[in-house]
């Protein structure tokens, strides 16, 4: 079938990467369902039920064939270096090859045989667009979790983290205001935090990253790293979880120590009440079970995960000024990071470090 002229592909591969706008600043492609359709027909051969999903930076579709086959097309935002999106192409590909039981989406080819196409749009906007396998399932967030569940997310990710440490990429250390190793870049947009008080704790936690965590996360380990490993990026098997069955959103990889990605995942798992960290150290027992972790990084987890919600409430607030529309979406995860912070900061950091370093040393 020809392509309409207003389509014009080339292969993402072609394209070396070079300074870009921060996405932060630039909405997600408004690209409307029936252009979507015309993608996946034109590019991948494939045609049915289009749906659109809610993204923050993307335009994603869920593309569902006569046969009731299911596939996601990802139209990636025009601001993003393409260089950073083959990154991501290529760590699933990379994952693929070296633990292919992982539950994480595949990429599917076009049809010219590529992992991704380039296509400029009537806008005058060039765009990568991939095609993955879609996987179902319920979104950890809406779904009703045991204890256990914990210890699987932990050893999950230690699982990710290890079929990740050989991958490398001239991208991979782009840089990317959610990366907890850049919360100093963080200081322009506290603006946009409402309260004082907030604002004032925030500002306090980036003066100790800049003076006193920054430093030592420089000797650590480090590699590429999903960066988001939160229950909105997880799948399970129904509502009331029994199982893991899926990894989803690696838009935000990026190469980082082996801790930050850590404590994302750890930061989510915080409760109320009395053992706030409980939930928090069945996750660090299962990823020790599959990858230990060094002194040094242990002693770091409640401070990274006290930055992970300053950035999360810090680039909310900034974003839902911006984009209100949206503002339902980016501000999600904002009550949970505030909650979080709390608990955290109710508990001094040696205690926190003592309750981790005994879970860790007990796998």
């Known amino acids: 079938m020809p392509r309409p002229a207003a389509i014009s592909p080339q292969s993402a591969h072609d394209v070396v990467g070079g300074g870009r706008a921060d996405l932060l600043s630039h909405e997600a492609p408004a690209i409307s369902p029936d252009l979507a359709a015309e993608l996946a027909r034109d590019l991948y051969g494939i045609a049915g039920q289009v749906h659109k999903l809610t993204a923050e930076k993307d335009a994603n579709f869920r593309v569902t064939d006569a046969v009731g086959a299911q596939a996601l097309l ?6 993003e270096d393409p260089a950073v999106t083959d990154m991501q192409t290529a760590a699933l590909l990379h994952l693929a090859a070296v633990d292919p039981t992982l539950p994480v ?3 599917r080819p076009s049809l010219n045989g590529r992992a991704s196409e380039r296509v400029t749009l009537p806008t005058g906007q ?3 667009v991939r095609l993955l396998s879609y996987l179902d399932g319920t979104v950890l967030s809406g779904a009703a979790n045991g204890a256990a569940l914990h210890h699987d997310i932990g050893r999950l990710l230690g699982r990710l983290t290890l079929a990740l440490r050989g991958f490398s990429h001239p991208a991979a250390g782009h840089l990317l ?4 190793q850049q919360a100093h870049r963080l200081r322009p947009m506290l603006e946009a935090v409402a309260g004082p008080r907030l604002r004032a704790r925030l500002t306090d936690l980036i003066d100790l990253f800049e003076a ?3 430093p030592r996360l420089v000797p650590l380990r480090a590699q590429v790293g999903h960066n988001d490993f939160n229950p909105h ?14 990894i989803i959103d690696f838009g935000d990889m990026v190469r980082t120590p082996v801790v930050c990605d850590l404590a994302v995942a750890c930061s989510y798992q915080i409760t109320d009440g009395d053992r706030p960290l409980d939930d928090v150290a069945r996750l660090i027992a299962g990823y020790t079970e599959v990858l230990p972790l060094q002194a040094e990084e242990v002693a770091l987890l ?7 919600h300053a950035t999360s409430l810090t680039i909310g607030a900034w974003r839902a000024r911006r984009y209100p529309e949206n503002a339902e979406y980016i501000l999600r995860n904002g009550a949970a990071s505030l909650r979080g912070l709390n ?3 109710r508990i001094c950091t040696d205690a926190a470090v003592a309750a981790l370093s005994r879970r860790e040393n007990a796998r």
Do not use: C, F, S, Y
């Open 74 to 79: 990802k139209i990636t935002n025009a601001a």
């Open 105 to 107: 989406p595949h990429v």
């Open 126 to 128: 060039t765009h990568v």
């Open 177 to 180: 205001q959610w990366d907890i």
């Open 212 to 214: 006193d965590i920054q």
């Open 233 to 246: 990026n997880l799948l399970v098997d129904g509502p009331e979880a029994t199982r893991l069955t899926g």
């Open 302 to 308: 409640p401070d990274l995960m006290r930055l992970r």
């Open 343 to 345: 608990a955290l900061d």
